[in-house]
């Protein structure tokens, strides 16, 4: 099946400072990413949609000027999280359209602003 | 927009039994449902999917059953085993230009 990684895995940052991660498709060409943020025991929650070589389209809510998104290439798009705060710390997935519409996601990251 | 509803929030079965969990989504431009397993401090995997011009798919131990009309799905575990056990997602898209997902259900399989 397609293969979605991302990196890192987890990370501790002070408050303040930025954090990027990285989502990879790598076995196939994604013309679309999704990310999202999941907190404990909820669903996942659409941060953005990203298309290769354009803006990326945030949902309602979600700051873009704090959630940088860059796709730019087929196989990578990154989230930078800027000026981090405690409560931006959660658990954030990725995600990659292979195709058609089958959505596969990443091991997704685990963000900690201490 | 899409809304899509998702039950039980918990199921516990014993291994060996079956499990169902059941989802209702709201506009019928809806085409394509996928389910996903989530284990705990990983990303959701692809399980199974239904497109709605099929009624049901099978694949070894899990099938899901698409009603257009009541605007319903499901998802059928037979012959549950431990490592079943984890969160499964719903969720309803069209032509995956985005997805809406239900609030998750907790699965336990008691040994």
């Known amino acids: 099946g397609a293969v979605v990684s991302q990196h890192p895995s987890w990370v501790i940052c002070k408050s303040g400072t930025s954090v990027k991660i990285e989502c990879r498709s790598l076995d196939f060409q994604a013309t679309t990413m999704f990310w999202y943020r999941q907190f404990p025991k909820q669903s996942l929650m659409l941060m953005a949609t990203?298309?290769?070589?354009?803006?990326?389209?945030?949902e309602q809510g979600v700051e873009k000027d704090k959630f940088l998104i860059n796709h730019a290439s087929l196989t990578l798009s990154t989230l930078t999280v800027t000026s981090a705060h405690p409560e931006d710390s959660s658990f954030y997935i990725c995600?990659?359209?292979?195709?058609?519409?089958?959505?596969?996601f990443g091991p997704g990251t685990r963000l900690t602003v201490t | 927009g899409e809304n899509v509803e998702q039950h039980p929030s918990t199921l516990s079965v014993q291994e060996g039994d079956s499990a169902v969990i059941k989802c209702t989504y709201s506009?019928?431009?809806?085409?394509?449902f996928p389910w996903y397993k989530q284990e705990l401090g990983k990303g959701p995997q692809l399980i199974i999917d239904i497109r709605s011009n099929v009624g049901e798919k099978k694949d070894q131990r899990i099938a899901v059953t698409l009603n257009k009309t009541a605007k319903h799905f499901s998802l059928h575990i037979t012959e549950t085993q431990p490592e079943d056990s984890a969160v499964y997602f719903c969720?309803?898209?069209?032509?995956?230009?985005?997805?809406?997902f239900g609030t998750g259900t907790s699965l336990t399989v008691i040994p």
């Open positions: 506009d019928s431009a809806s085409n394509y």
């Open positions: 995600s990659a359209i292979a195709g058609g519409d089958e959505q596969y």
């Open positions: 969720a309803a898209s069209i032509q995956g230009n985005q997805f809406y």
């Open positions: 990203s298309n290769e070589g354009s803006k990326a389209t945030y």
